[in-house]
Every structure is written in C-alpha cells, then in structure tokens.
C-alpha cells in the first residue's frame, strides 16, 4: 500500500488543488469555538471544501443533496474511502505539509482521538451541541459523534437458522464451517476498533480470531463485502453493521440482524475539521448542518441511528437504550490497537 501513495498522493493533490483553486476563503480560517451559525446570512455563503469520509457513496451523496438545499452555493469535494485508508492519507499529506481535507467523517472515537493527540483537529463548538448528548461530544470540542452504528451478527436466513445464533462465538460452531464472514480490521476502522475490544473480551480473546480461522472465515474489507456476500449467498453469517443488515431486510433479502449475548459493538460516526483547515468555516456549516434536526431526520431517513434527542431511530433499529454494549478499556485499545492489527495481519496472512 506504501508503494501505492505517493503516486496517489500527487494525483489527488492535483485535483483537488485544481478544484479548489477558485474556492472562497473563510474570514477565518482557524476558528477555534466560535460559532458558524444557521443564520438567514449564513445560507448565503458560497466556496468549497474537502470531505474525507468512508461513509458509502449513496450515504454520503443523500447527505451532502440534502445540505445543498440549504447552503446551494457551498460545493462539497469528496474523497471516501475505508477508514483506515482515509487515515493513511492524512498522514501521508501531513507529512507534506499539506492536509487537503477540511473536514473528516469517519467511523469511531478513538481514530479521532488520535488525530487530536497529534493536534490534527481543530475546536469547534457548533449551536448544535445543545441537543447531542455529552457523550458523544469531546471535552474539547475536537469532533462530535453524528449516529449510532451497531455490530453485531447478520445471517442469511436461507442458510442459517437465526434462532440459532446466540453471539459471536456461534460464528465459531464447526456446524458453520466455511460459512462466516468478517470485515477486515487492516481496511475497516470500525472493524479494527473491534479487533481491540473483543481481544479484550475474557470470554472471547485471540482465542474467538484463531477459532474463527480455524472455522475458514471468509475476511472481506469493508463491511459492505459482508454484507453482499451474505446477499448472494456466498457466506452464511457474517459481523456486520446493524444498518446494512436492516436496510437488506427491509428491501425483501433472507436477512437477520441478531444483537450478540455478549454486547454489541458500536461506534457513533464522528465529524471534526482539520486544524488549519483552509476552508474551515465551510466546513463548519456542514458540521451544524449533520447536528441539526434536519440533519439527523436525514441520517434517520437513510438509515441510520441518529444522537440528536428528539430524533427518532428508524424503523428495524433498536434504541440506544434498549442495546446491551460490550464493555472496554478506552485507553488500552488506544494503546494496542496498532498491534492488534499487526498480529491479525499475521494470523490470516494479510
């Protein structure tokens, strides 16, 4: 993947410098708190900025349609990829001085508290906040979780029985052989974060990866390859994220979403702005935007679970209160989480 960056890098700092050449610079672009605002005047303003997401395409393109109607002058350039290469090509511009993106969307928590470790992040403390629970709001205002996105397990219901499946470790049953399927943590950010925490696990461990090889699990990339593999009957189950599986189920496929006996997994999606951001103030109207009411009716209509109080969950979709979570050490998956990657690499050869 090295080999393939710096390459890829002079590509995309091309185009992105072309396309943003004519953009309208903010007053300030290094805002640290002050507030864009939903301002009738606000509406007016015109330019455009940088997305790094690994939201999927339909996903990302309902949501930026939907800002547009609001802020048409305001032109959203994307780039979206898996997390982990999101992340990588930050880095990777980092060290040349020159951070592209004005704005991250990208999976969980801790890939953001990286970032702001490293001072990568800018504050920003939109009028939004009021209704988001403090959870999922960093101390400092570095980002802000935007839904909810649970993982648990999804069969297909004409090659496994759902009622069977108690949780994770029924992906290991030899009754199942060749027949699960999991994300890979090397192209996935929420399935690295989950690499961590059910290593963590007492009851499941590096034992639940090798007894899962050992089972020939299939490993995809993104949990969009789990997800069509069960569709076409290529795998049985697999860990997926509770959206995918409900979104298939709803349109008529042999889909079941189980919530595992052991906690499910979950990561609330994040949004922050790079400090230094050129067009900071941009992005901030598309932050305020996601964590409005309208912002989170959309997220909902698209499916996903919404953080905004008030806002209702879609229909298929348990409610934060109604899902057992499995429990971690924050710190401890910051600090193996690298690592964690690094022996799962080795285990399945990748």
Request: aromatic fraction near 10%; glycine fraction near 8%; charged fraction near 25%.
């Amino acid at each position: 993947m090295k080999k393939l960056f710096k390459p890829l890098l002079l590509l995309f700092t091309f185009i992105f410098l072309f396309g943003c050449s004519t953009a309208e610079q903010p007053s300030d672009s290094n805002n640290t708190g002050s507030s864009s605002g939903q301002s009738e005047e606000s509406h007016s303003a015109s330019g455009e900025f940088v997305l790094y997401t690994s939201q999927p395409e339909e996903d990302i393109n309902k949501l930026v349609a939907e800002f547009n109607k609001e802020y048409p002058d305001i032109k959203v350039n994307i780039f979206r990829s898996g997390t982990e290469e999101v992340i990588s090509k930050v880095m990777a511009e980092k060290e040349t001085g020159d951070i592209l993106a004005d704005a991250l969307l990208v999976s969980d928590s801790f890939t953001f508290d990286q970032l702001a470790n490293e001072d990568l992040l800018q504050s920003y403390e939109s009028p939004e906040l009021d209704k988001i629970p403090s959870d999922y709001v960093h101390p400092d205002f570095k980002y802000t979780g935007t839904k909810l996105i649970v993982t648990g397990i999804a069969v297909n219901t004409d090659m496994v029985d759902a009622n069977e499946i108690e949780g994770f470790k029924s992906m290991t049953d030899s009754k199942y052989k060749g027949m699960p399927m999991i994300p890979s943590p090397l192209y996935s950010g929420a399935a690295s974060l989950n690499l961590s925490i059910l290593t963590q696990d007492g009851n499941l461990g590096w034992d639940f990866y090798e007894d899962l090889k050992a089972n020939d699990v299939f490993v995809g990339q993104g949990n969009g390859t789990v997800r069509d593999a069960l569709l076409n009957g290529q795998q049985g189950m697999g860990m997926l994220v509770d959206y995918m599986a409900i979104r298939a189920k709803n349109d008529g496929a042999p889909i079941e979403f189980v919530y595992p006996e052991e906690g499910a997994l979950y990561v609330t999606e994040p949004i922050g702005i790079i400090n230094g951001a050129k067009n900071a103030e941009l992005a901030q109207y598309f932050v305020d935007f996601i964590l409005s009411q309208r912002g989170q009716e959309v997220t909902a209509e698209i499916g996903y679970t919404p953080v905004r109080e008030g806002v209702q969950a879609p229909e298929g979709l348990k409610g934060v209160s109604d899902i057992k979570t499995m429990g971690y050490d924050s710190d401890k998956v910051l600090e193996t989480r690298d690592a964690d990657k690094e022996r799962f690499a080795e285990l399945f050869g990748q």
